[in-house]
């Protein structure tokens, strides 16, 4: 089983930046393909950014791409998303989630595990 635990979020000005981070434990998230998702009120989870085991292959929204950046770090078994030039429709929980293991395609369906998120919420 693997535990995920989303922090960093909190309250910025429009076009301001937030990191998202996302603390594994339980065992290692390495062979996990690792996503953000996120969830504003009244609206159904969406799709944020995925990323590959080792990184090299990622995955972003439309609305995101060019503003939001997801990373790892195998070694301290954390993900990361850094968030710039936020706006007002970004505000929602952001959710960390993993595939299962061992699976390698980098995809927007058939996350297993989730944290409990954090709020993320930008001023207009």
């Known amino acids: 089983q693997v535990q995920l635990v989303e922090s960093g979020g909190g309250l910025v000005q429009a076009g301001g930046s937030l990191r998202l981070s996302c603390a594994a434990s339980?065992?290692?998230?390495?062979?996990?393909?690792m996503g953000w998702f996120r969830q504003a009120p009244g609206k159904e989870r969406e799709f944020v950014a995925a990323?590959?085991?080792?990184?090299?292959?990622?995955d972003y929204a439309d609305s995101t791409k060019g503003r939001f950046t997801i990373s790892r770090d195998n070694a301290k078994n954390t993900v990361y998303l850094q968030m710039n030039n936020l706006k007002p429709e970004d505000t929602a929980v952001y959710y960390c989630?993993?595939?299962?293991?061992?699976?390698?395609?980098?995809?927007?369906?058939?996350?297993?595990?989730w944290g409990q998120g954090t709020q993320v919420t930008v001023s207009s």
């Open positions: 989630a993993a595939r299962g293991s061992g699976l390698v395609a980098v995809t927007t369906y058939g996350y297993v595990y």
């Open positions: 990323i590959s085991w080792t990184g090299d292959s990622t």
């Open positions: 339980g065992r290692t998230i390495s062979r996990n393909v």
